[in-house]
């Protein structure tokens, strides 16, 4: 009889590696290692110091399952059920982006900007899975805020995050497009998107695994812009005269986003860059704001 192969780590990973690398995957070896990571129960370092430890048969099981997704280009975070944001670890699902590292400095510099009001009134608009406002009431005790997105799916997701985290009793979620059914009269202190904003027409050119995310989070119009001018022409009715607006945006997009600000009467506007040198990110606000100094020193 031949003898049944035993599936070490060691060999696993570079199987793994071999076949993620024909299928095409940017980061065979890492998607490896994340994935196993999951199954085990472990810290990559782990997997380095246990390189001959072999895989119980429940467990290869498990992993040749998350192997076939990833292979099928499935978001690694669908797979998993969750993405690092921020100091959580995120619930994420098919009805939601995923989070991207890049949109913790849009947090961070919100949060920062916010600061300067006493109880801070937020309103996220297309909250997905919630990462931007749980964070910044995470980082904002004295914040308030309310989030809002057309798909149920993303509210629940978002709902069930905030939970985790601890901040739902200071959140509200609003089933809307956009400001539609938010109440008469309501005011808020920072408006903060990431809204859609891939151009209608780049979205074939997506790779693969990005156009697994809803289509809904990822289409900004014919330009990418279509987000941006609605969610600034309605902004004078709900954003408090000392509030301001934080945008993350597509690859220059900066100066058509802060066009469409000073437009529509937001004098005080900054472009930020984020750590790789590209345009991520529009704040802006009206002249006379008691902290414009700190708005402009975000330009870069």
Known sequence: MTAKPIWTIARVL?????????????NPRLDAEILLCSVLNCQRITLYVHFDQPLEEH??????????????QEPLAYILGSRA?????????PDVLVPRPET???????????????????????TGSGAIIVSLLDMLPNASGTAVDV????????????????VAQRLKFVRSDLYANLLQGAKFDVIISNPPYIPSADIGTLAADVKREPR???????????????IIAGAPKYLNDNGFMAFEIGIHQG???????????????AVRHDYAGIERM?????????YADALLELAD
């Open 151 to 166: 798909s149920p799916g993303a509210l629940k997701v978002a709902q069930q995050n905030a939970e985790s985290i601890g």
């Open 14 to 26: 570079d199987w793994t590696k071999q076949y993620f690398a024909d299928k095409g995957l940017e």
């Open 85 to 93: 944001f921020m100091k959580y670890d995120f619930k994420v699902t």
């Open 59 to 72: 467990e290869l099981a498990q992993y040749r399952g998350y192997v076939a997704r990833r292979a099928a």
């Open 255 to 269: 100066a058509s986003v802060a066009d469409l600000c000073r437009q529509a009467g937001f004098g005080v506007v």
């Open 216 to 230: 809904l989070a990822l289409d900004g119009g014919a330009d990418g812009l279509d987000f941006y001018r609605r």
């Open 104 to 126: 913790e400095l849009l947090v961070e510099c919100a949060a920062k900007l916010a600061g300067n009001i006493e109880k801070p009134e937020l309103l996220d608009i297309g």
């Open 282 to 290: 529009v704040f802006a606000a009206k002249e006379g704001i008691t």
